[in-house]
């Protein structure tokens, strides 16, 4: 996964949910660095009895920002649409 180009992530999820497993993945792959590199990483974890649905927001360098819907996607669907995006800034900062 590509995640130098990601500087906000908000993730809001119940940890005891198996439909949050997604999630707990993607942020298991961030690097041990990202803080250090200037990547904002919030995480707000809910009680077990919670009925509030999971959310993972994303902001990259130039500005856009997903909201994924993490309970329907699994782990590979949100590692691509955050690639998918990485690749296009990968580009276009080779190209400069």
Excluded: C, W
Excluded at 2 to 26: A, D, G, H
């Amino acid at each position: 996964m590509i995640s130098r180009f990601i500087t906000e992530v908000r993730t809001t999820f119940n940890p005891f949910s198996p439909k949050t497993r997604s999630i707990r993945l993607f942020l298991s792959n961030l690097p041990p660095t990202a803080r250090a590199e200037g990547m904002s990483i919030q995480t707000q974890l809910l009680p077990k009895t919670s009925k509030e649905a999971s959310s993972l927001y994303i902001k990259f360098k130039d500005g856009k920002e997903m909201n994924l819907d993490v309970e329907s996607m699994g782990i590979k669907s949100i590692v691509e649409e955050v690639d998918r995006h990485s690749r296009q800034l990968q580009k276009k900062a080779d190209l400069e």
